[in-house]
């Protein structure tokens, strides 16, 4: 049986696994930063500094990420036609995500030009809007399924270790789509501020809390059982 620190070491050897904390990391820099910039400016420049080492971290290790939303269409495009076109979509918005922050990264750190990187940013942030919606769609239609099986199951009253093993597979996996939404949700916040920038969106705290609903719910669903 694997222990906490066990855990923690399988977790961060994932690409996600230290992605989640390379981005707790920066949205709890951004929200310092925000909070004690005008009585502490040195903690703030300081917090500031934290934010934009995360942030451009974070592109680093997605190298190739665009590669992923490929891989599953090549390998599990979907069980029906709705489906299969739902993962057309929304895998196409996250490879367009992915493959233009490689450029915005590049231009962040000025291996291209500067200049380039709000273009990119825009490019980046349409396609990963476009990824959000139609995942959290696919899996509002899959946690709907569950609960009509779960009902089935429990309308049948078949007391059998085989049931209760199916509804707490259904419980568990409702659960894990649940963390995927409020994810891919807080995600699309950050992507509109940058699509289309407004107060709402674009204020610090949307932004930081957002990035944490994020991180936490990427944390949930990564962690080792």
């Known amino acids: 049986m ?7 070491v399988i977790f961060l050897a994932k690409r996600d696994g230290i992605d989640k904390l390379v981005k707790t990391f920066q949205y709890v820099s951004k929200l310092i930063n925000w909070h004690v910039e005008t009585r502490y400016p040195d903690i703030a420049t300081r917090a500031k500094q934290w934010e934009v080492a995360s942030g451009l971290s974070r592109k680093a290790f997605r ?9 599953a269409l090549r390998r599990s ?4 036609p709705g489906f299969r076109l739902l993962a057309v979509l929304a895998n196409s918005g996250e490879m367009v995500y992915f493959f233009f922050d490689h450029f915005l990264w590049l ?7 500067p200049k380039y ?16 919606v139609f995942f959290v769609i696919s899996d509002f239609i899959l946690i709907t399924r ?4 779960e009902r089935r199951l429990l309308i049948e009253e078949k007391d059998s270790k085989e049931t209760e093993g199916e509804i707490k597979k259904i419980r568990m996996d409702r659960i894990m789509r649940l963390m995927g939404v409020a994810a891919n949700i807080a995600d699309l916040i950050i992507a509109i501020a940058d699509i289309e920038p407004n107060p709402f ?9 957002s990035g944490l609903v994020s991180a936490w719910a990427g944390w949930y669903r990564n962690w080792p059982s």
């Not at 990187?117 to 959000?132: D, H, L, Q």
């Not at 569950?146 to 099986?149: E, N, P, Q, R, S």
């Not at 969106?201 to 809390?209: A, E, F, Q």
């Open 107 to 113: 231009a962040r750190i000025g291996v291209i030009d």
């Open 146 to 149: 569950g609960l009509k099986a």
């Open 201 to 209: 969106c674009n204020h610090t705290v949307t932004l930081g809390i």
């Open 2 to 8: 694997n222990d906490t620190v066990d855990k923690l």
């Open 117 to 132: 990187a709000k273009r990119m940013s825009f490019i980046s942030a349409f396609g990963e809007s476009v990824g959000y």
């Open 77 to 80: 495009p979907g069980t029906s």
């Open 63 to 71: 190298t190739g990420r665009s590669l992923t939303g490929f891989n």
